[in-house]
């Protein structure tokens, strides 16, 4: 089983930055891969960063530039720093964590975190 929680969402002032952690648990080598999403007010989620278990990372156009991924392997965390926060940025922030866990049985799946609130005042 893997879990993940994610926490530092808050309130922002336009222009400012917020770090997003996504603490990853349970059990951790079979994470494939831990991806970031958004659920902004009207809009469909949308996927905006992701980072493997190999360290590559992809990024939507829409926060290149603004948003950077990183991790912490050690502490089994991956963040995402947020940076030139715009009003649009705001919204509930999601990790999931994409997973493979095999022993007699191949399970596949993905885990998602509760959200973290993020608000970007104008």
């Known amino acids: 089983q893997v879990q993940v929680v994610e926490s530092g969402g808050g309130l922002v002032q336009a222009g400012g930055s917020l770090r997003l952690s996504c603490a990853a648990s349970?059990?951790?080598?079979?994470?494939?891969?831990i991806e970031w999403y958004r659920q902004v007010p009207g809009k469909e989620r949308e996927m905006i960063a992701k980072?493997?278990?190999?360290?590559?990372?992809t990024q939507a156009d829409s926060v290149k530039g603004r948003f950077t991924v990183s991790r912490d392997t050690a502490k089994n965390t991956v963040y995402l720093q947020m940076t030139s926060l715009k009003p649009e940025d705001t919204g509930v922030y999601y990790c999931?964590?994409?997973?493979?866990?095999?022993?007699?049985?191949?399970?596949?799946?993905?885990?998602w975190g509760q959200g973290t609130r993020v608000t970007v005042s104008s």
């Open positions: 980072i493997t278990k190999h360290g590559d990372i």
């Open positions: 999931a964590a994409d997973y493979t866990h095999i022993t007699d049985t191949i399970v596949a799946g993905q885990t």
């Open positions: 349970g059990s951790i080598s079979s994470i494939n891969a």
